[in-house]
């Protein structure tokens, strides 16, 4: 079956500009999350979604951030005015939360900001 | 608040055993996970213990103690392909079941 895919897997864009990510889960998975890795560093959590909850936006690290999921589908992460230290990787992942704890992760979108 | 804590890097040779540890301190507590990262990969799941004790699978196992906060990862018959980063995560209870990584620990595997 499809695992969770991620959109564009690279993306170039000058500092200044807007840039938009997309991440589609596993088909009937609740909980969805976005996570940012620089380079040699581990995991930063960004925002989880699960369900019909508020989403835990407690990650995000400035306004510039933000984050919309539709029902239980696709997601999109969306940096206005890039800065350099935006470059990493975007890593989404998603789990079914009630019964299966395991985060099936994505491919990742690498973004460079130049 | 929250805080997970494991080595940065670690080196262990071919065919040995090594132990990574995890230490944490979070908000309610649901389970603790570990995860494998190649390098240029995403991560891919390895193990979640929730309760104390050592679960036992192939030739990693993981261990967790609750009261202790206190988890490891221990590798047997070291392979050049456990090259990569082994990352400790836990899920707190707390807050919807989020779950929040550690740094990671890259292990080097030497011939």
């Known amino acids: 079956g499809a695992g969770v895919s991620q959109s564009p897997s690279n993306k170039v864009t000058e500092k200044g500009k807007d840039v938009e990510l997309r991440c589609d889960p596993i088909s009937g998975h609740t909980a969805l999350y976005w996570y940012r890795q620089r380079l040699g560093q581990g995991l930063e959590f960004l925002i989880y979604?699960?369900?019909?909850?508020?989403?835990?936006k407690s990650g995000l690290p400035s306004d510039r951030f933000s984050a919309e999921r539709t029902g239980e589908s696709v997601s999109t992460l969306t940096i206005q005015r890039t800065q350099q230290e935006d470059s990493a990787v975007y890593l989404c992942?998603?789990?079914?939360?009630?019964?299966?704890?395991?985060?099936?992760f994505g491919p990742g979108t690498r973004l460079t900001v130049t | 608040g929250q805080n997970i804590d494991q080595p940065t890097e670690m080196t262990a040779t071919e065919g040995a055993i090594v132990q990574i540890n995890c230490t944490y301190q979070?908000?309610?507590?649901?389970?603790l996970f570990w995860y494998q990262q190649h390098a240029g990969e995403a991560p891919t799941f390895l193990s979640y213990n929730v309760l104390d004790g050592l679960e036992e699978k192939g030739r990693f196992s993981s261990f967790l103690s609750r009261s202790k906060g206190y988890s490891y990862l221990l590798l047997k018959e070291l392979q050049m392909k456990d090259s990569a980063s082994y990352l400790c995560?836990?899920?707190?209870?707390?807050?919807?079941?989020?779950?929040?990584f550690g740094k990671g620990t890259r292990l080097h595997i030497l011939p």
């Open positions: 979604f699960q369900g019909n909850s508020a989403p835990d």
């Open positions: 995560a836990v899920r707190e209870e707390n807050r919807d079941d989020k779950i929040i």
């Open positions: 979070t908000s309610g507590f649901n389970g």
């Open positions: 992942a998603s789990s079914l939360a009630e019964t299966d704890y395991e985060q099936y």
